[in-house]
């Protein structure tokens, strides 16, 4: 298992920027897919971005899609979310999630196929 730290959420006006980091510790970093994950009120916890072991494959909900952009540095053990063009619908609490399995082609891939979280952080876009 690792564990995951994620950091970065906050509030910010519509059209604003956040950056979310997770850093992971125990177990090394690079033999994990990252995925972030998000749980708005009342809503289903849903994928945002999927990144490979490498970085070199990623997947985006499509509602993110041309203003997220997920990345890695597994020299540092962390895992970025840059969030830029923020609506009031991407508020919700943000996960970083990391599974043990998968290839080196990132896709939709849902919340039970990784096996170690964080303890989220909450970003808040007001319009």
């Known amino acids: 298992q690792v564990q995951l730290v994620e950091s970065g959420g906050g509030l910010v006006q519509a059209g604003g920027s956040l950056r979310l980091s997770c850093a992971g510790s125990?177990?090394?970093?690079?033999?994990?897919?990252m995925g972030w994950f998000r749980r708005a009120p009342g809503k289903e916890r849903e994928s945002v971005a999927i990144?490979?072991?490498?970085?070199?494959?990623?997947y985006y909900a499509d509602s993110v899609k041309g203003r997220f952009t997920i990345s890695r540095d597994n020299a540092k053990n962390t895992v970025y979310l840059q969030m830029n063009s923020l609506r009031p619908e991407d508020t919700a609490v943000y996960y970083c999630?990391?599974?043990?399995?998968?290839?080196?082609?990132?896709?939709?891939?849902?919340?039970?196929?990784?096996?170690?979280w964080g303890q989220g952080t909450q970003v808040t876009v007001s319009s």
């Open positions: 999630a990391a599974s043990s399995w998968g290839g080196s082609y990132a896709y939709a891939r849902p919340p039970s196929d990784f096996g170690s």
């Open positions: 125990g177990r090394t970093f690079s033999i994990y897919v």
């Open positions: 990144i490979t072991r490498s970085g070199g494959s990623t």
